[in-house]
C-alpha cells in the first residue's frame, strides 16, 4: 500500500549531530534552506542543494532508503508537476512538435527543475521531523513564537496543534491500514476498475476512519483535562534546551548555502 511509504510525523530516534541540536535552530535552519531551495534558479544551485540535504542525511545518520522512501507518495504530484511545466512553459528552441503539442528547451529545463525543488522540499522537511520529537517540535515552535504573545497570538495553542497533528499521522495511517485490511477481507475491491470506481470503493474506508479520527480526538481531549491541563501557563519541562556549538556551526553553514544560492 502507498500508506506504507508516509515517513510524514514520524520521529526516527538516534544519538546523530542533527538529533542533539536545539529544535529551535533545527526549525530555523529548515526555513532557510527552503528559502534557499526556492533563491535556486540553476542546475548548479539544484546541485549545492542536493549536495548539502545529502550531506545532512549523512549527518542524521538515517538510511537513505527511508529518506528516499517518503517521495513515493507524492510520485504523481512530481510527475504531474513535470509534465505541466514540460507543455506549458514557452521559450528557447523547439525540440518537438506534433499537432499542437509542444516542447521548447526552456520547458524542458524548468520541468526538470520544478520537480527537482519539490523533491528537495520535501526531503529537507522530513529531516525535520525525522530528527525531532513532536515534543520537542512543540517546545522549539512555541519559543520562536513567544514574543508574539505580547500582542495577544495564540503561540503555545498552535504549537500543540501542529504537534498533536504530526503525532497522530502515523496512527492515522495505521488506522487506515487496518480497515483497508478489513474491507478487503469482507470482499471489497480497491485496486480495479476506473478512477469512479476506485473513488467509490474509498467510501467504505473514509467514513469509519474519519469516526476514529473523532473519537481519538474526543478521548485525547478527555485526557488532558483530566491531567488539568490549562495551556502554557506555569509549564515546566524535563529537558531544558540551550544553544550550543552544534546549533552555530548548523546556522552558519545554512547561512552560507542560502547566500550560495543567492548569489548563483
Known amino acids: 500500500m502507498i500508506l506504507e511509504n508516509v515517513t510524514l510525523g514520524q520521529y526516527f530516534p538516534g544519538d546523530s549531530p542533527l538529533h542533539r541540536m536545539d529544535p529551535r535552530a533545527k526549525i530555523l535552519c529548515a526555513v532557510a534552506l527552503i528559502v534557499a531551495i526556492f533563491a535556486a534558479s540553476s542546475f548548479w544551485g539544484y546541485g549545492a542543494m542536493f549536495l548539502f540535504i545529502a550531506l545532512c542525511v549523512a549527518l542524521s545518520r538515517i538510511n537513505v532508503k527511508f529518506v ?25 528552441d523547439v525540440i518537438f512538435r506534433w499537432r499542437f503539442i509542444r516542447v521548447t528547451r526552456m520547458g524542458l529545463v524548468r520541468a526538470v ?26 517546545d522549539g515552535l512555541e519559543r520562536l513564537m513567544r514574543p508574539l504573545q505580547k500582542i495577544g497570538f495564540p503561540a503555545h495553542e498552535l504549537a500543540m496543534m501542529m504537534s498533536i ?43 469509519p476512519l474519519f469516526v476514529s479520527a473523532f473519537r481519538r480526538a474526543d478521548e485525547l481531549a478527555m485526557a488532558m483535562e483530566a491531567r488539568c491541563y490549562r495551556g502554557g501557563k506555569g509549564r515546566t519541562r524535563m529537558k531544558i534546551t540551550k544553544f550550543g556549538t552544534i546549533d552555530l556551526c548548523a546556522a552558519l553553514l545554512t547561512a552560507g548555502i542560502l547566500a550560495l544560492e543567492i548569489w548563483l
Do not use: Y
Open 113 to 138: 527543475q520544478m520537480a527537482f525543488r519539490l523533491a528537495l522540499l520535501i526531503c529537507s522537511t522530513q529531516i525535520l521531523t525525522l530528527t525531532t520529537s513532536p515534543i520537542a517540535l512543540t
Open 165 to 207: 497533528a504530526l503525532r497522530f499521522i502515523p496512527t492515522l495511517i495505521e488506522e487506515t491500514q487496518k480497515i483497508i485490511k478489513a474491507q478487503m477481507a469482507r470482499g471489497a475491491d480497491f485496486e480495479s476498475g476506473n478512477i469512479v470506481r476506485r473513488a467509490k470503493a474509498m467510501l467504505p474506508i473514509l467514513v
Open 68 to 92: 528516499v522512501k517518503g517521495l513515493k507518495p507524492v510520485w504523481v504530484i512530481i510527475l504531474l508537476t513535470f509534465v505541466m511545466n514540460l507543455f506549458l512553459s514557452t521559450g528557447g
